[in-house]
């Protein structure tokens, strides 16, 4: 039988659209009709190998088919040959891993790699460096499992309150009464890490070159920014001290900018104090209460402290301004008190230069109040003990104060 190229092209395209017994029975069934010398044939025109041909044929012939086992074939998967390899990586890992640091994801992060792995299989498990997969085997089961390599991390979780949302609401409601209220002037107060100064660097770029101490040794001295930020205004303040910031510093550069500014504000009559609430700083900090009722009295203002949530003290608008001293100082080398406040002089907030001094009065720690004295300022205070939020009764005395000024009356 000739073989023209149509029924080449017919009997490759149904043959194509065939798979297993069937594939192997119409190609089978073609040769036979083909004739005398079919299976060469087809083998040189066709290209269908003979061996195929000859197995259907024989399925023909006996009418059995042969069932094909594909996934008999090839090497057996890793868990397979080892049915206890997974559990045992498991045991070992489990001791040496710790969940996400922020507990963001479910993963555990792991401090083996896969090699140490592998080898403490074959220590500790009694297997045979033969019969284990490769290193590389290894790291696609641990991932497989769940452990993924991680540097450390340093950050705390992050948390919210139960309040967090009623008191970034209530935030919010204070801080549109200021911004519509000429008597109400909004404050923003945060203090920046402690600067190192010494020959460090700050991981920063500069156009010269610049060389620094291989390693951070201890520092000859150490700075700490603490910063006033009117946010209507774009104004920020910096007072730098090498002493702790305490509650009576906080205090102090307060009045102090007030001091100096308040001929500016004669219309106001309130200053709404945003702060994060910090160890030095928080409503139940007595020496802090104590401090701020007598600000209070003494410039005859009122005051309502108003205080961001843990874990969310970014929200806090001069918290942005550290972003820019810190790429506009991490170039250089700060080697110098007075280099660090020079730095600071020349940064700029929205094109303007912040006003920038020193401070170096040294402030003790630990002043502290007895529940006697605390209990007398409590009664010069407000705190929001209550707050009615869809019909829910909210306590944010702890985060929302009011301190009132009262005039005294003079005895003549």
């Known amino acids: 039988m000739k073989l023209t190229d149509s029924l080449k092209t017919l009997f490759q395209e149904t043959a194509k659209q065939l798979k297993g017994s069937e594939h192997r029975r119409y190609i089978a069934q073609t040769v036979k009709e083909l004739g005398k010398g079919g299976q060469r044939l087809a083998e040189r025109e066709l290209g269908w190998d003979r061996n195929l041909i000859r197995k259907g044929k024989r399925e023909v012939e006996s009418g059995i088919i042969c069932v094909d086992a594909f996934n008999l074939r090839g090497r057996k998967s890793t868990e397979e040959r080892l049915p206890n390899l997974l559990t045992d990586i498991k045991s070992l890992v ?24 592998r080898r403490q ?97 201890k520092p ?13 205004l774009d104004e920020l303040f910096l007072y730098f001290t090498t002493s702790k910031v305490t509650s009576d510093f906080i205090v102090d550069m307060l009045a102090a900018w007030w001091s100096e500014n308040r001929h500016r504000f004669s219309l106001v009559k309130t200053l709404l104090l945003n702060q994060d609430n910090g160890p030095e700083n928080h409503s139940r900090r007595t020496q802090f209460m104590k401090r701020v009722v007598d600000f209070a009295q003494t410039h005859q203002l009122n005051l309502r402290l108003a205080y961001y949530p843990p874990y969310h003290s970014k929200y806090n608008p001069i918290e942005r301004t550290w972003g820019i001293l810190e790429n506009h100082w991490n170039g250089s080398i700060l080697d110098e008190i007075n280099t660090v406040v020079k730095f600071a002089q020349t940064m700029t907030w929205k094109g303007v230069h912040p006003v920038v001094k020193l401070v170096t009065e040294t402030y003790k720690t630990g002043v502290k109040l007895t529940k006697q004295a605390m209990a007398e300022v409590e009664n010069q205070i407000q705190r929001m003990t209550y707050l009615e939020v869809n019909g ?11 301190i009132l000024y009262v005039p005294t009356l003079k005895l003549e």
């Open 392 to 402: 829910k009764q909210l306590d944010l005395g702890k985060w929302f104060v009011d």
């Open 121 to 217: 299989l074959i220590a500790q498990k009694g297997y045979s460096t033969e019969e284990l997969p490769s290193a590389e085997t290894i790291r696609t089961r641990l991932n497989r499992l769940g452990y993924f390599p991680s540097k450390v991390g340093k950050t705390k979780p992050q948390k919210k309150l139960p309040l967090t949302d009623a008191i970034f609401d209530q935030l919010a409601i204070e801080n549109e009464k200021a911004e519509a209220d000429p008597t109400i002037l909004r404050l923003s107060l945060d203090a920046k890490a402690v600067v190192k100064v010494g020959n460090f660097s700050r991981d920063g770029k500069n156009r010269v070159d610049t060389q620094a101490c291989d390693h951070d040794f």
């Open 220 to 232: 000859s001295s150490g700075v700490t920014p603490y910063g006033i930020f009117l946010p209507e």
């Open 94 to 117: 489990d001791g040496q891993s710790q969940t996400d640091p922020k507990f963001q994801t479910n993963r555990l992060y792991t401090r083996l790699s896969a090699a140490e792995v």
